[in-house]
C-alpha cells in the first residue's frame, strides 16, 4: 500500500481532462450555489478520487506530465508516493524559491545554471547576508529571490479535527458567505452576477458584459475578497472533508501509481526497490 499527500491527490484530478467531465453527485449535504460547474467538477472528481482510487484511475485519470514553467528552482519533477506514513517527506513543508525575472527573462538556458549554481549555495540561505554577497557577485541581483514556503498538505489531518466539528466549520463559513451576499447592495447586484466566475478578478482583460453598474475595478476587488475570504476556504475544507470521510491516509496501490508517473520516495523506500521500479515524481 502507497501514500499520497492530499496536493498529489488533487494533481492528479487536474492533470485530467476537468472540462470534458460531467460527474454527478453533490458537492456537500447542503446545495452550494456559488461555485461554478468546472469547479463542482473539481470537487466531485476528487471526493471520486478519493472514494475509488482504482476505478478513478481506469475511468477518468489522464497521465501525470510534469510541467516545469521555469518559475522557480524545483519544478517540474514527478510526485512522490511514500511506503510509511510516518516518513518525514510525506508530511514536510515544501520549500521553493522563486527565480528573479531578470534571469528568467534572459532565457531558459540561464534558468538552468541559476538551478545549478542554487544548489551550490543553498546552504547559506541561513546566512541572509553571505547568500545576498553571493548573489551579487554571480548574477548582479541585489535581492535575495523570493523564498516561497507551500504547505506540502500532507496525508493527515490539516490540524486533529473530527467529521462533525470539520462540517460545523463548513456551515459556519456558508452562513458568513450568506452574510457578506446580503451586506449591502452592492454585493448583492455583484455576487448574484459574478459569484460563480471569481476568476475574473484575477484577469487584467476588461469585463465583458458587465452590466452591473459598477466599475471593472470596483467588481474585481469584490470577487477577490468573495473568492480569498469565501470560495478558497471551502474548497480547501470540501476537500479535508473528503479525505476524513473516503480515505483518511489516502492510501493507494504503488503499482497503479507508478504507471500514473509517480515515483517511490528515495527516503522511505529501500534504494534497490526505487531503482528497479524508476518509471518517473488548490488551482482552482
Not at 514553467?69 to 524545483?74: G, H, I
Not at 490539516?158 to 470539520?166: A, V
Not at 507508478?258 to 522511505?268: N, R, S, V
Request: glycine share 4%.
Amino acid at each position: 500500500m502507497a501514500y499520497i499527500t492530499l496536493a498529489n491527490s488533487s494533481k492528479i484530478v487536474f492533470n485530467g481532462d476537468l472540462k470534458g467531465l460531467n460527474l454527478k453527485g453533490e458537492i456537500y449535504k447542503i446545495p452550494i450555489q456559488f461555485f461554478s460547474n468546472y469547479e463542482k467538477n473539481a470537487l466531485l472528481a476528487i471526493q471520486e478520487l478519493l472514494k475509488n482510487p482504482e476505478e478513478y484511475f481506469s475511468t477518468i485519470y489522464k497521465p501525470y506530465e510534469p510541467v516545469d514553467t521555469y518559475r522557480f528552482v524545483y519544478e517540474g519533477n514527478h510526485p512522490s508516493y511514500h511506503s510509511n506514513t510516518n516518513c518525514p517527506r510525506l508530511n514536510a513543508l515544501y520549500k521553493n524559491f522563486e527565480i528573479p525575472q531578470s534571469i528568467r527573462d534572459r532565457g531558459i538556458e540561464l534558468v538552468k545554471e541559476f538551478r545549478v549554481w542554487f544548489e551550490s549555495v543553498k546552504h547559506l540561505l541561513d546566512r541572509p547576508d553571505v547568500f545576498a554577497a553571493r548573489l551579487q557577485a554571480k548574477w548582479g541581483i541585489v535581492t535575495n529571490p523570493n523564498a516561497i514556503s507551500i504547505d506540502n498538505s500532507g496525508h493527515t489531518e490539516i490540524e486533529n479535527i473530527s467529521i462533525q466539528e470539520l462540517e460545523e466549520k463548513i456551515d459556519s463559513k456558508l452562513k458568513e458567505a450568506g452574510r457578506f451576499y446580503s451586506q449591502d447592495n452592492k454585493h448583492k447586484i455583484i455576487l448574484k452576477r459574478f459569484s460563480k466566475f471569481t476568476f475574473l478578478a484575477y484577469k487584467s482583460e476588461k469585463i465583458e458584459n458587465n452590466g452591473t453598474g459598477y466599475s471593472d475595478s470596483d467588481v474585481k476587488d469584490l470577487l477577490k475578497k468573495y473568492d480569498t475570504e469565501f470560495k478558497k476556504p471551502l474548497k480547501k475544507m470540501l476537500i479535508e472533508y473528503y479525505r476524513l470521510k473516503h480515505n483518511p491516509e489516502i492510501r493507494m496501490e504503488g503499482d497503479i501509481l507508478e504507471q500514473l508517473g509517480f515515483k517511490p520516495c528515495a527516503f522511505c523506500h529501500d534504494v534497490v526497490f526505487y531503482v528497479e521500479n524508476d518509471n518517473n515524481d488548490l488551482p482552482f
